[in-house]
């Protein structure tokens, strides 16, 4: 056995070597190390010849009609809105390779949207699945999405990226031995098993479509939506991936992708053809129909021209608006079924009703949550990918230690020994000042910069139903604790000692609680704009929310001078309460007269530097109650930020 769920996140149970992943454990049933993994398609992978995955869909697979369908987007404020789909309707018939296809613009997307139901706003009609309206809990449980940008783990390999997934979607009752199978099966039709041990941001775009496809058919779906699964690759793989998705449609499956413009060739390989333009529907029915369609549309396909690409230029108005609205007129907008196969068999609405009774469908009624596997699980396994990744994370862990060793040492440097000298108290104050401006930018830029991409890999998951938003948050919040706490301590240290703060236990456990608290607020606020803004708004947006903290934290003008209309600002200032945390732990707790060199010495006793920047040592457990509650609230308002942008973007 080579694979298996739970042993891969467990590096030294790691059945396989990888040279780049820095798996350590060695079999004799491993597949052959890469060179590079982008140089090539697995050498004699064919899909055609592929012999179909052994895991077949267990229930028969299912009839989907769709009626009047109509998606309408609000432009913005005074802009009005815009209708993408118009009335349209359509059938997808089981087992079939389907292409939604259709100019630029013309609606393929929304139109996959909508009927993989990711897309609920502005939505009009009804999806019925073998006669009866669309249960979308239930619809879920037997449907994947696969949008158009791969949206994978690139630090994990694929064999782990497969075997977490299957931690996740397939039931905990089986054991890692029968996931292993699973995953072998998969993987070894999909044409991935060379590449087992090679990470996810070093394959191929071929191999990262099919990998894509591979995690989803882990818990072996009934219906598969693909959006241009072969947008960016050469035609040898793009005629892979399509004959991929035709062997699998005809398994039992029923795949929908949307297509830009295939070749003759590739185009051969669908079985039905969905041609929209403009959001209405110009052809519904068989590849091969295409071709008696338009002659007796009266509009035929010159010779030797490929009908994928006449049937674009009419779409896309290159022989005048006339034809389109000719081709929208015959195929009634998607209701004529004359061009599909057989069509006089096709079963009406109440004769699907009648071949899936009721009864059936109660036998199959889903229960407990939307995910496969319960919380811990997800919990447990979403933690194991955490640590995974953090492991491997050059940006988000080792990046981030070392910016704090050098930082450290720089701030150390720069204010050594100014920690225990009378003289040198405001140069202390702006060290501790620095300090904090370290803790609250690096830790919410490095957030602000990375969560986006985090982003659109969990939107991927979450609707996918891999797990709850829940088990990941909660995950992402565990997972980045101990670095949080190791980055922080390493810099605590370095700058504590070279700057020679009072070398006592308590003073210092006061100064790293208030540097991590610092870290943790800064890390929320980051997770706040991550979750609801781009990477480039937000790396504005993060600073300049910055500067109102900085202002009202009592550094350059202090809180007793504070106007009093503006005083409100330093309660809500979590700098304030990190930088009166800091003058509690090092000037607070009867700090003793400081050393003085020279004769004069004007903060030669700490009361007198508290007195004059108008803070008191005494807080410092208010201090720290101010930044537990900053941190709750908001990593609460993180949360719901969270999971009403993954609504909103549908
Ligand atoms: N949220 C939105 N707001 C405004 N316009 C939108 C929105 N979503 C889609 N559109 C518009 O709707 C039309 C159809 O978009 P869609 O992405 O479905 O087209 P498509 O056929 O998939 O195009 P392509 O092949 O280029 O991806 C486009 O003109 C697009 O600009």
């Given at each position: ?32 190390e ?14 055609a ?49 389907i ?67 299957a ?12 996931k ?48 241009e ?23 039992g ?25 403009a ?115 050059a ?25 225990n ?45 891999w ?33 020679s ?19 943790l ?8 704009i ?32 504070l ?80 999971k ?7």
């Open positions: 056995m080579m694979l298996a769920g739970a042993q891969i996140v467990d590096e030294s149970s790691v059945a396989y070597t990888s040279g780049k992943s820095g798996n350590t454990g060695t079999s004799a049933t491993m597949p052959p890469e060179g590079s993994s982008r140089e090539a398609q697995p050498v004699g992978w064919n899909p010849s592929a012999q179909g995955l052994h895991m077949v869909p267990k229930v028969d697979p299912v009839d989907i009609h769709f009626s009047n369908i109509t998606c309408t987007v609000k432009l913005g404020i005074n802009k009005g809105s815009k209708q993408i789909l118009h009335g349209v309707n359509g059938r997808l018939r089981p087992r079939q390779l292409a939604i296809m259709g100019p630029s613009g013309a609606g393929k997307s929304t139109l996959l949207d909508v009927l993989s139901g990711y897309r609920i706003t502005g939505v009009g009609g009804a999806v019925f699945i073998n006669g009866r309206g669309r249960i979308m809990k239930r619809f879920k449980r037997m449907s994947c999405y696969i949008q158009q940008d791969d949206r994978l783990q690139g630090l994990l390999t694929v064999g782990e990226n497969m075997a977490l997934a931690d996740l979607k397939l039931p905990t009752k089986l054991d890692k031995y029968e292993g199978e699973v995953i072998e099966d998969i993987l070894t039709n999909l044409g991935l098993y060379e590449h087992m041990n090679t990470r996810g941001a070093q394959l191929s775009g071929g191999q990262r479509k099919r990998l894509s496809i591979a995690l989803e058919l882990i818990n072996n779906p009934l219906i598969m939506f693909l959006d699964p072969t947008t960016g690759l050469d035609s040898s793989s793009c005629t892979q991936v399509v004959q991929l998705c035709q062997t699998l449609a005809h398994q499956r029923t795949i929908i992708c949307t297509v830009h413009q295939p070749s003759a060739s590739l185009f051969a390989l669908f079985d039905q053809v969905y041609v929209l333009a959001g209405r529907c110009m052809y519904q029915g068989t590849t091969k129909n295409l071709v008696p369609y338009l002659q007796q549309a009266g509009i035929p396909c010159p010779k030797y021209h490929n009908p994928a690409d006449y049937i674009i230029e009419l779409s896309c108005g290159e022989y005048g608006q006339d034809k389109i609205d000719l081709m929208a007129n015959k195929s009634e907008n998607g209701k004529a079924l004359d061009w599909f196969e057989d069509h006089q068999s096709i079963p009406s609405m109440e004769g699907l009703r009648k071949l899936v009774p009721l009864s059936v469908l109660r036998d199959t009624e889903p229960t407990g949550g939307d995910e496969e596997t319960s919380q811990s699980n997800q919990l447990s396994v979403l933690m194991k990918r955490g640590f995974l990744k953090a492991k491997r994370d940006t988000m862990t080792h990046l981030r230690l070392i910016v704090n060793v050098v930082v450290g040492i720089m701030l150390g440097s720069l204010f050594i020994n100014a920690g000298k009378g003289e040198r108290v405001l140069e202390n104050y702006n060290l501790l000042f620095a300090i904090l401006m370290h803790h609250m930018m690096s830790p919410m830029m490095l957030t602000i910069l990375t969560f986006p991409n985090e982003m659109s890999i969990l939107s991927k998951e979450h609707f996918n139903r797990y709850s938003l829940g088990s990941y948050y909660i995950s992402i919040t565990i997972v980045d604790l101990p670095i949080s706490i190791v980055g922080c301590a390493v810099f605590s240290v370095i700058v504590y000692t070279m700057s703060q009072p070398l006592e236990i308590a003073r210092f456990a006061m100064f790293f609680a208030i540097s991590l608290y610092t870290v607020v800064a890390q929320s606020f980051g997770l706040m991550g979750a609801v803004f781009s990477v480039v708004n937000g790396t504005f947006l993060g600073p300049t929310l910055s500067v109102p903290m900085m202002m009202f934290a009592g550094f350059g003008v202090t809180l007793r001078d106007p009093s209309y503006l005083r409100w600002g330093s309660y809500i200032s979590y700098l304030r309460y990190g930088l009166e945390g800091f003058i509690g732990a090092i000037y607070g707790l009867g700090r003793p007269i400081l050393d003085c060199e020279s004769l004069y010495c004007h903060y030669k006793h700490p009361r007198t530097f508290l007195n004059e920047v108008a803070m008191s040592p005494d807080e410092f457990w208010w201090d720290v109650l101010a930044l537990s509650v900053f941190v709750v609230t908001l990593r609460i308002a993180a949360f719901v930020l969270l009403w942008k993954l609504d909103a973007v549908r």
